[in-house]
């Protein structure tokens, strides 16, 4: 396996496909998960969602109108789901249950070729030929705690 691309220093800058919404945020990553449950999968049309977990404290929103839609995951867990007022795109998750988090869908950073996962869930719905990086770690369905998933991120990505 190549390795790993570094994260670059924060900040991180991102937005939406028609550029009315952005954000910044201006700390490290406490983590890279994909998840692979159907909703993701559904509402993000891809195979699963890749998201870079953040403090939510970190997190600006620059510019533009959003919308949010509450949603209750499988796990019972419920988040808001954010996306762009304008053009739909979807952009962070704000879960109710870890107000100090920010779930950014890692695709819309203006750079984010750092972004490979460190954790994944939900794998048991993961599609047929997925492939798993050797050092994530491997999830069925939600994680009691996302601690879990901060801790495999800090083992990979060790602060120092």
Avoid at 26 to 42: M, Q, S
Avoid at 74 to 103: M, Y
């Amino acid at each position: 396996m190549a390795p790993r691309t570094p994260i670059p220093r924060p900040p991180y800058h991102g937005g939406c496909l028609c550029g009315a919404v952005s954000y910044t945020l201006d700390a490290a990553p406490l983590a890279i998960n994909a998840c692979h449950c159907g909703d993701c999968r559904k509402l993000t049309g891809a195979s699963n969602l890749l998201m870079v977990i953040a403090a939510r404290d970190a997190f600006h929103q620059d510019k533009g109108a959003v919308d949010s839609w509450r949603k209750t995951a499988d796990s019972g867990r419920q988040i808001d789901i954010v996306r762009c007022k304008t053009c739909g795109t979807r952009l962070w998750h704000e879960p109710l249950a870890s107000p100090n988090l920010i779930f950014i869908a890692a695709g819309t950073l203006d750079s984010n070729d750092w972004a490979v996962p460190t954790s994944h869930i939900w794998i048991e719905k993961a599609r047929p030929g997925t492939s798993f990086q050797p050092d994530a770690i491997q999830v069925k369905g939600q994680p009691a705690s996302r601690e879990m998933l901060m801790d495999a991120f800090a083992k990979i990505y060790p602060q120092g």
